[in-house]
């Protein structure tokens, strides 16, 4: 039995899930709704407010699948209830982000700004001109505007310069050295 898809998934007040015929769940919460389509060879039980997520057999696909989909599920089930934040901090002489409506602005050494638009799930912050955080409640989401976020000027090894994660280590390389 898989570790992570045995597992129940508990559902918080405020909660409600619903699976069709063709095994598409429906979180609905406080932050929103979210959805998502499951394979027709999994499961979905629902019972006193905690979810089980089985599968038909022990076969490699089956298996793989049956965690996924739990951790996929567990997922909606918590960004509908607390929604999920990553911090960006950028690096830089000058380097600086500002936000206007649901557009975000990068400043960062290039000719020309760099503007990201919010899809509708997404908010960014900007609590100092050195931070962005991007909030959302879809788990993906949030990680993929990120991502794209920092794609725009990753850090370099020399300097530390760019933008990076909040808790992200940059190994820092020695620069050049003197004829010995």
């Known amino acids: 039995m898989s570790r992570i898809g045995r597992l129940p998934i508990k559902l918080p007040s405020g909660v409600s899930v619903t699976v069709d015929t063709d095994n598409l769940v429906t979180v609905k919460g406080p932050k929103g709704t979210l ?9 979905i039980s629902q019972e006193d407010g905690v979810l089980h997520v089985t599968r038909p057999s022990d076969s490699k696909p089956h298996r793989a699948l049956h965690g996924l989909y739990r ?24 380097y600086r ?18 503007v990201f ?22 788990k993906q989401q949030v990680g993929a505007i ?6 725009s000027r990753k850090p370099e090894p020399y ?17 050049k050295t003197g004829k010995k």
């Open 159 to 175: 300097l530390g310069k760019g933008i990076r994660y909040e808790k992200e280590h940059i190994r820092r390389k020695e620069g």
């Open 35 to 43: 959805s998502e389509k499951v394979n027709k060879d999994i499961t």
């Open 146 to 151: 990120a991502a794209d976020i920092r794609a």
């Open 97 to 114: 982000a500002a936000v206007a409506g649901k557009q975000l602005t990068l400043n960062v050494g290039y000719s020309h700004p760099v």
């Open 117 to 138: 638009d919010a899809p509708a799930t997404i908010t960014f912050e900007t609590p100092a001109p050195n931070r962005i955080v991007v909030k959302g409640i879809d």
């Open 71 to 94: 951790a996929l599920i567990n997922n909606m089930v918590t960004g509908v209830t607390g929604g999920f934040e990553k911090v960006l901090v950028l690096e830089g002489v000058g």
